[in-house]
């Protein structure tokens, strides 16, 4: 029998996601999440992490802010739905810390892994979907919007973030798969529900 899967899907803003993720859920019958803002107490977190007029929040609060966040969603949410025998479907996980507190914020690799893995009791996604879109297009939408406190960040922020992403799938090609975003919706619920099942059977 399969054992449940643990599935994130990373991207920058505006990627699609979240569709895919509340999609690939219902086609599994599995549990849909988020991180940051998946659990009561981490909504309180997300809150004072994406107002923009907390302009003082420090790379380091930040990074424990968001390991907070995702101590408590494992804790609370994925890890109770895996032992049920759920298949859970993230909405960003460690990886995003990795890619925009260490290669956006440039802060220390090693440590946001070292403390995220204690924060995360060492529960790693089985598998990223990452969906790709161009910096261009990204920056173009979010024009049209009210910004929160990430999405102010520069271009160059978000290229290394972009960055940090790609070098995290190829250095584990097993747990990574990395999706053009640009087709139409259906098309890439398609060829994600394709992928899922290659690489995971399920
Ligand atoms: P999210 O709700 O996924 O935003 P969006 O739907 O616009 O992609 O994430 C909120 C913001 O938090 C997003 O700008 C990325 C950032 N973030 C981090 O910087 N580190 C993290 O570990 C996570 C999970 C998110």
Sequence with gaps: MNRSKYIAFEGLEGCGKSTHVTRLATALNGLATREPGGTEIGAALRATMLDAKNTSLSPRSEALMMAADRAQHIQQVVLPAIESGRHVVSDRSVYSSLAYQGYGRELDLESLRH?????????????VVFIDVPLDALLERLKKRELDRFEREDRSFFERVLRGFHEMARQEPDRWVIIDGSPPKD??????RRLIAERLSI
């Design 187 to 192: 098309e890439l619920e398609v060829t994600i």
């Design 115 to 127: 403390f995220n893995s204690w924060a995360i009791q060492d529960v790693w996604p089985d598998l």
